[in-house]
């Protein structure tokens, strides 16, 4: 079956430094893969996503890169901000056929000045 | 461009009462779906909906009902509302384009049960 692994937090970050949270998955086919964040108080807003493998979404300065031969969707930032703090969910969904997404159980991210 | 929107935001019930969490979204989506968080914890699947008068049970549907009348909405039904039905509820809709599927949620309905 489909299922997502990511890193658990919370991962506290000083301003500046890098940041990486991991996320593997196990999937039937091919599907498209996702990184969902959500501030404090609001519903999930997609980041960013990739729909086969070897491509990197990429936005806001955030990166994850598309691995098939590790089944990972590892997402990275240079430099992080106070801004960035949140909780970050890895999630796979249908590319072609299929109707349900997974969703990690969120990686929750702080980044003090 | 108001994407999936989700009325009430904030609801109190007391054990035992019936509400519904109202849908709708306008990007003509197929799929709809509802989820609930729980504090600190991922997303789960309640029921999902792939078209017009087609719905399904997700991973935990007991205490929920749905309908799907028309493709815009989906409201989500909690019958004999218990403190375990506590939790932030999420509608979501996804498209099934070429560029890859993506689902979209709304901001959630806070739902707290005394």
């Known amino acids: 079956g489909n299922s997502v692994t990511q890193m658990e937090g919370p991962v506290t970050l000083s301003e500046e430094a890098f940041l990486t949270i991991n996320c593997t998955y196990t999937a039937t086919g091919y599907p498209s893969l996702f990184w969902y964040v959500q501030y404090p108080g609001e519903g999930l807003q997609l980041l960013l996503k990739?729909?086969?493998?070897?491509d990197k979404g990429s936005n806001k300065g955030f990166e994850a890169t598309y691995r098939k031969e590790t089944t990972s969707f590892h997402l990275e930032k240079g430099s992080v901000q106070v801004s960035d703090s949140a909780v970050y969910f890895c999630?796979?969904?249908?590319?072609?056929?299929?109707?349900?997404?997974?969703f990690g159980t969120g990686t929750s991210l702080t980044v003090i000045p | 461009n108001a994407g999936v929107t989700q009325t009430p935001k904030f609801r109190i019930l007391k054990i035992g009462q019936s509400m519904t969490l109202q849908c709708t979204q306008d990007?003509?989506?197929?799929?709809m779906y509802w989820y609930r968080q729980d504090p600190g914890m991922g997303l789960k699947l309640i029921y999902y909906s792939v078209g017009a008068g087609i719905t399904d049970k997700g991973e935990v549907p007991n205490g929920y009902n749905v309908s799907r009348s028309t493709t815009e909405d989906f409201p989500l039904r909690l019958e004999l509302a218990a403190p375990s039905q506590t939790s932030v509820y999420f509608c979501?809709?996804?498209?099934?384009?070429?560029?890859?599927?993506?689902?979209?949620f709304g901001e959630g309905s806070w739902l707290t049960v005394v």
């Open positions: 990007m003509n989506h197929n799929y």
């Open positions: 990739a729909t086969k493998a070897d």
């Open positions: 999630a796979l969904g249908p590319r072609n056929t299929g109707n349900q997404f997974y």
């Open positions: 979501a809709s996804s498209d099934r384009g070429a560029s890859g599927n993506t689902i979209y």
